[in-house]
């Protein structure tokens, strides 16, 4: 930019400009003139690279600028916080569908926002849960090497779960000790918060926590005094360290639905699986990961689709139809949809099949159907050769005398068929839910 | 229809998506048909109306190979027809 030769604002400089021959005054205005016209012709060039990203693109920087205009949210009371907080829940909550694209970094980044405000373990632990069971189930769609995206599984547990223990530590398995004991083998630095000079014992039995129980029933009713209460809490915080630990919930989970995935157990075993800490849940992860694998094809995308509706996140928003429905199309052209990413997108119909059934929804539905007759009426009335009527029949016969099989199967050996009409539905309930675009995503300006 | 998937959808949408798949799938037929030389439309008849299974996906796979792309084609044609119809 050309450097400015006069300050206006500055009174001394009016009269300088004032002062000037008129040819050299008209030379100074065009030349502010053509500065101008560089400065919008720049602005408008980055605002149209922006509408020219590609989808993906757009739908990473769409999130990241939520994500920083969350950031942006002032913190300084517990209402503030609290409402940051949500704002950012509801926002990976949108991004999640999205993870893979930018390898989950943004949606990290979003939880990092809370981890900083907030260091209440549960809400971490249940959103890191949903995060990395999504990981999983995006897993095939996600556009990485299959060792950087367990990579990326176990580094994002370790960030959101905490790391491995280390060895001494680890809670023995039921096999491993006798029957009605548990051990923990070390006193100092377990997860737990107890205190040195805590008069629980850290070798403790069952008959130990039932007898503290009892204490605590007693202790309640004869208004407990402060070291009383203290062995409650104290008491609570070591049966949920042994009873639940949600890292190895978490990473059982992730295995198996990885094998659902149809991703050989040598891939993540070592990552993943054997990050499990009690041998129990190893043990009986490993076996439900093989019975997984010696399923067929068939079976273990039903298996994926069924966990996927259980666990997995759902986008909400017509963006992300128009994104799925560019996806469908570009491969349909090609050779079919991959068993696992068509249970990603049943699981993605499923949902919206539930928003088609509210009021407006339903009006949109009744307005559709009409369209659609009329333009049905219209092409029954068109004359269509017998041998194209008689091939229609044939391919749909094929259908339905196999309904297991995909149509098309003989002509393209893919899943043509299928993809089309996941099209269909997508572009339908599209239709129905249309009423978002892109800027109506904006999270913080609708609060 | 697969199955699983159609079991997923409420009954209105299943109906309307069977219907549009089937004037997209007549409609690709069509728009090949069409396209084939004289000899050929005849030999099609021929087969899809007497011929064997065995004939019938012969020709498919041999006439047909496009068919695929075409519908694809003709699924994103009728969305718009819908998109803008009044």
Redesign the interface.
């Given at each position: 930019m050309m450097e400015e030769k006069f300050d206006f604002s500055k009174a001394e400089d009016q009269k300088e400009f004032e002062g000037l021959p008129s040819e050299e005054k008209k030379e100074i205005i065009e030349e502010a003139h053509l500065e101008a016209e560089e400065i919008n012709k720049s602005r408008d060039e980055k605002i149209s690279e922006k509408e020219k990203l590609p989808e993906k693109e757009k739908i990473i920087d769409h999130f990241k600028t939520e994500l920083l205009k969350i950031k942006d949210i002032k913190q300084n009371t517990g209402r503030q916080k609290a409402f940051k907080i949500n704002t950012c829940l509801e926002l990976i909550n949108h991004w999640l569908p999205f993870g893979n694209l930018d390898n989950f970094e943004g949606i990290q980044e979003g939880l990092s926002v809370i981890k900083e405000i907030n260091h209440d373990n549960k809400m971490i632990l249940q959103a890191g849960e949903d995060i990395v069971n999504e990981m999983a189930f995006q897993f095939r769609e996600w556009n990485e090497d299959e060792s950087v995206k367990i990579k990326i599984i176990r580094d994002f547990i370790n960030f959101a779960m905490g790391g491995k223990k280390p060895e001494k530590q680890k809670i023995k398995g039921p096999s491993e000790i006798a029957p009605g004991q548990i051990q923990i083998e070390k006193k100092e630095e377990t997860k737990t918060n107890i205190r040195k000079d805590s008069p629980i014992k850290l070798n403790i039995t069952y008959e130990d926590i039932e007898r503290i129980k009892k204490e605590m029933k007693e202790a309640k009713k004869a208004k407990a005094d402060k070291e009383q209460i203290w062995i409650i809490k104290e008491t609570k915080t070591l049966l949920s360290y042994i009873f639940d630990d949600k890292r190895d919930k978490t990473l059982s989970s992730v295995s198996q639905i990885l094998a659902m995935a149809g991703v050989n157990y040598k891939k993540f075993q070592p990552l993943i699986t054997d990050e499990i800490e009690s041998q129990n849940t190893h043990n009986t992860t490993l076996k439900t990961v093989f019975n997984i694998e010696e399923k067929t094809k068939e079976e273990r995308l039903n298996l994926f689709i069924q966990e996927k509706m259980k666990k997995g996140a759902l986008p909400a928003l017509p963006l992300k139809i128009e994104f799925y429905e560019k996806q469908i199309i570009e491969k349909l052209t090609k050779e079919g949809l991959d068993p696992e990413e068509i249970a990603t997108l049943l699981a993605v119909i499923e949902e919206y099949g539930k928003c088609a059934k509210d009021e407006k929804s339903a009006e949109r539905m009744k307005k559709l159907k009409e369209k659609i007759e009329t333009i049905i009426k219209k092409e029954k009335e068109e004359e269509t050769p017998e041998a194209v009527i008689q091939a229609k029949e044939f391919i749909k016969g094929k259908e339905e005398k196999d309904k297991k099989e995909p149509i098309w199967k003989g002509v393209t050996g893919g899943m043509i068929g299928f993809s089309l009409l996941l099209f269909l539905i997508l572009f339908l309930l599209g239709e129905i839910k249309l009423t978002e675009k892109l800027s109506g995503l904006d999270i913080i300006s609708k609060k | 229809?697969?199955?699983?998937?159609l079991n997923?959808?409420?009954p209105?949408?299943k109906n309307?998506?069977s219907?549009?798949?089937?004037?997209?799938?007549?409609r690709s037929?069509?728009r090949t048909?069409q396209n084939l030389d004289e000899q050929t439309?005849a030999k099609?008849?021929d087969i899809?109306?007497s011929g064997a299974?065995g004939e019938?996906?012969a020709f498919?796979?041999e006439y047909?190979?496009d068919?695929?792309?075409i519908?694809?084609e003709e699924?994103?044609k009728?969305?718009e027809?819908?998109?803008t119809?009044e």
């Open positions: - | 229809m697969h199955k699983i998937f997923l959808l409420p209105e949408l309307i998506a219907d549009l798949y089937d004037i997209i799938l007549e037929l069509t048909y439309k099609m008849a899809f109306n299974d019938k996906n498919l796979n047909l190979k068919l695929p792309a519908m694809a699924a994103k009728l969305a027809e819908i998109k119809k």
